[in-house]
């Protein structure tokens, strides 16, 4: 099945800096990557997308860029703020469900 | 975006109750549900993968007695935890994916067995 890690597990980062999560997966035939934010005792919101067929796509202060050979993707948030303080995941649509990876706690500090 | 709800938001009950948890895609057709089960702190555990009109998909480990699934239309997917023991307290987050791959989150239940 396929497998999915993530890095790193917490990350600090001062207000206006940016900030940089990594996603490895394992099986090459996954083709769809979303990347969910999760503010505390709220449920997760997809913040961008990218798939297979597309290298890199960005909404603002968020970047997605996807390497396929290498099969990993990451997720880029630049001039953080606090309220990008949050536990990111990552996803990858895998046969027909989605396995996430253990997420990211960004601490963005002012 | 598209709106999933879910309900209850909370749900306390006693040991060995059932407890029937709600999912609804409100504003698209939902061909795929997920359900989820989070710890605190820890990511998102897929239970199940259910489609309309269909048998739900259990992941390994997860009893399908336990953990009952109806996805009876292309809106609405429930789960029914039954006989319900602490160590069922948990989060619960379904999972809703349109036509287009996507998928939308519910806002979770909350269930504490006491």
């Known amino acids: 099945g396929e497998n999915v890690e993530q890095h790193p597990s917490t990350l600090s980062v001062q207000e206006g800096d940016s900030a940089v999560i990594k996603c490895t997966y394992s099986?090459?035939?996954?083709?769809?990557f979303p990347w969910y934010k999760q503010e505390l005792g709220k449920r997760p919101q997809l913040i961008i997308d990218?798939?297979?067929?597309?290298g890199e796509k960005k909404d603002q202060r968020i970047a997605v860029t996807l390497n396929k050979t290498a099969k990993h993707f990451s997720l880029h948030i630049t001039e953080t703020q606090p309220e990008d303080s949050a536990v990111y995941f990552c996803?990858?649509?895998?046969?027909?469900?989605?396995?996430f990876g253990p997420g990211t706690r960004l601490s963005v500090l002012p | 975006g598209a709106v999933v709800s879910q309900h209850p938001s909370r749900v306390i009950c006693k040991s060995g109750t059932s407890v029937k948890i709600e999912c609804r895609s409100l504003?698209?057709?939902?061909?795929?549900m997920f359900w989820y089960r989070q710890f605190p702190k820890q990511s998102l555990m897929l239970m199940a993968t259910?489609?309309?009109?269909?048998?739900?998909?259990?992941e390994q480990g997860v009893e399908k007695d336990k953990f009952l699934i109806n996805h009876a239309s292309l809106t609405l997917s429930t789960l029914t935890v039954t006989s319900a023991h602490p160590e069922d307290s948990s989060f619960y987050i379904c999972?809703?994916?349109?036509?287009?791959?996507?998928?939308?989150f519910g806002p979770g239940t909350r269930l504490t067995v006491l």
């Open positions: 504003d698209f057709q939902a061909t795929t």
């Open positions: 099986d090459s035939a996954s083709n769809y």
């Open positions: 996803a990858v649509y895998y046969g027909q469900n989605f396995v």
């Open positions: 259910s489609n309309e009109g269909s048998k739900a998909t259990y």
């Open positions: 999972s809703a994916q349109g036509a287009a791959g996507v998928a939308y």
């Open positions: 990218i798939r297979s067929n597309v």
